[in-house]
């Protein structure tokens, strides 16, 4: 029987259909692993500059900070599908869907900025005890890495629909370069916090960069911009 279905699956497997779903996919895949290095790249030089207790510090921060990534995934497939059903008809929908995403994206960023500096000292202390008092500032000062990272989600979806994720893994690879070169000297100036203060200026950079010279990253940040005036809207709205 397996034998008879694998042969029967060979037989019907369309090769030109494979090689264009991965040739769509690939940018997709370059970026993941970008975006893993930027995010893995700051626990490597901060291990080879200020050793094993910095990095025990720093990677508590990292950690409670990935709890949150969940949130803005759940809320960006729940968005989604009518992103895409709004891309082919209707031009004001399709941009004030990815408005509404881009908006709840900053919501919940904020939200999680918001309960790590009323939370995270206690929950360092209970989790980890006092000898990792240290990570609860690197804790706070990571956690306006959010602000950029839930956008990226966001944005990837978008680029999905636009077929520009390449300008994605393009924006990540320059992430990566600007972080290494300013981990260099930001880490020895300011210890673990200048890892974090690498990463906010290699993303805060590598968008801005972009924003001049590929229109599709540049309407992207205007939707961002412009995401947060969205309340007001509904509020003229109401009055009317």
Known sequence: YKLKNTLNLLRHFDWTLAKKIFENALPVLIMMLFSFALARVDQLMIMSYLGEAALGQFAVAVKLIDIWQFLPMAVI?????????????????????????????????????????????????????????????????????????????????????????????????????????????????????????????????????????VEVVRVNAIRYITSLFLPLSYFRKGGE
């Open 77 to 213: 497939n729940s968005l989604f599908p009518s992103i895409v059903q709004a891309f082919g008809s209707s031009s004001y929908e399709y941009n004030l869907g990815i408005k509404r995403l881009y908006f709840m994206m900053l919501l919940i960023s904020l939200s999680c900025i918001s309960g790590v500096y009323l939370l995270g000292d206690g929950v360092i202390s209970v989790l980890y005890g006092e000898q990792y008092k240290e990570a609860i500032e690197l804790l706070k000062l990571y956690s306006w890495v959010t602000i950029f990272t839930f956008f990226i989600y966001a944005r990837t979806k978008i680029f999905t629909i636009e077929s520009a994720v390449k300008y994605g893994s393009y924006m990540a690879f320059i992430a990566v370069i600007i972080n290494i070169v300013l981990n260099t000297y930001l880490i020895p100036a300011y210890g673990a916090q200048g890892a974090i203060y690498s990463s906010l200026l290699a993303y805060g950079l590598s968008n801005f960069i972009f924003v001049f010279f």
